[in-house]
């Protein structure tokens, strides 16, 4: 139980240095600090029932740190909750199946939010998403903050040949579009994305009503449900 967090915070350290080799970095903490916790919380309270019997000192130390990790002990369940909370997808099961059925060497682009799950239910590449979008490396960063205001130019553009372009220039295959993102309250709402890319996109789209994603030819759609329209490019 002890070595947990230990394993964690190295696993933290390497996946920093060879980063996105090893995945997230922050994940390597997330679940294992959390875990710890809970484990400690029991070991601890055990220890205090022992000392509780042998020395007035002993007892105060353990009922000290029994007080400590029990404060802590809500907030760590909560993270440890929000960290699991968000592999449930099940509502979006059905894109998936058929995105896994796609050949294993596409591209898909969309709004960065909706790209997140897509490796990991579907073992596909995207052009970009919210998780991996991290400014830790000067260089990576530019790449994808390019990627960013490039995806939310053709997602919200009204030029079928800008799209094109797009698709080819980027070898993108097939774009996603959420059919959500394209209702007059989303639009109003003015909550597209995290800034400084909000702030843009709300600037782009101002006084713009017609949209590409209204006027997509019928046989270009490959997937279409209540939420989600994929189409091939």
């Known amino acids: 139980v002890w070595f947990l967090p230990l394993s964690g915070v190295i696993l933290f350290i390497i996946a920093k240095i060879f980063f996105f080799y090893l995945y997230v970095p922050k994940r390597y903490i997330s679940y294992t600090l959390p875990l710890f916790l809970i484990m400690a919380v029991t070991l601890i309270f055990e220890k205090f029932l022992e000392v509780k019997k042998q020395s007035q000192q002993k007892y105060y130390l353990a009922a000290f740190f029994l007080f400590l990790l029990v404060f802590c002990?809500?907030?760590?369940?909560?993270?440890?909750?929000?960290?699991?909370?968000?592999?449930?997808?099940?509502?979006?099961?059905?894109?998936?199946?058929?995105?896994?059925?796609?050949?294993?060497?596409?591209?898909?682009?969309?709004?960065?939010?909706?790209?997140?799950?897509?490796?990991?239910?579907?073992?596909?590449?995207?052009?970009?998403?919210?998780?991996?979008?991290?400014?830790?490396?000067?260089?990576?960063?530019?790449?994808?903050?390019?990627?960013?205001?490039?995806?939310?130019?053709?997602?919200?553009?009204?030029?079928?040949?800008?799209?094109?372009?797009?698709?080819?220039?980027?070898?993108?295959?097939?774009?996603?579009?959420?059919?959500?993102?394209?209702?007059?309250?989303?639009?109003?709402?003015?909550d597209f994305y995290i800034n400084p890319f909000n702030a843009h996109i709300i600037k782009l789209l101002e006084n713009k009503t017609n949209f590409y994603y209204n006027h997509i030819p019928e046989e270009r759609i490959v997937f279409e449900d209540n939420k989600f329209l994929l189409i091939s490019c």
């Not at 909706?114 to 000067?138: C, G, Q, W």
């Not at 903050?145 to 097939?174: H, P």
Request: one cysteine or more; hydrophobic letters at 35%.
């Open 73 to 190: 002990f809500p907030f760590m369940v909560k993270m440890l909750g929000n960290s699991l909370g968000g592999t449930n997808q099940e509502e979006n099961a059905q894109l998936y199946n058929f995105i896994s059925a796609l050949p294993k060497d596409i591209l898909l682009a969309g709004h960065p939010h909706d790209m997140d799950a897509i490796p990991l239910f579907t073992k596909r590449k995207v052009y970009l998403n919210f998780e991996l979008s991290h400014p830790m490396y000067s260089k990576y960063y530019e790449m994808i903050k390019e990627r960013t205001y490039k995806v939310f130019y053709i997602y919200y553009t009204s030029d079928s040949q800008k799209f094109d372009a797009f698709c080819k220039l980027e070898k993108v295959d097939y774009f996603l579009f959420n059919q959500e993102h394209f209702e007059p309250e989303y639009l109003e709402n003015k």
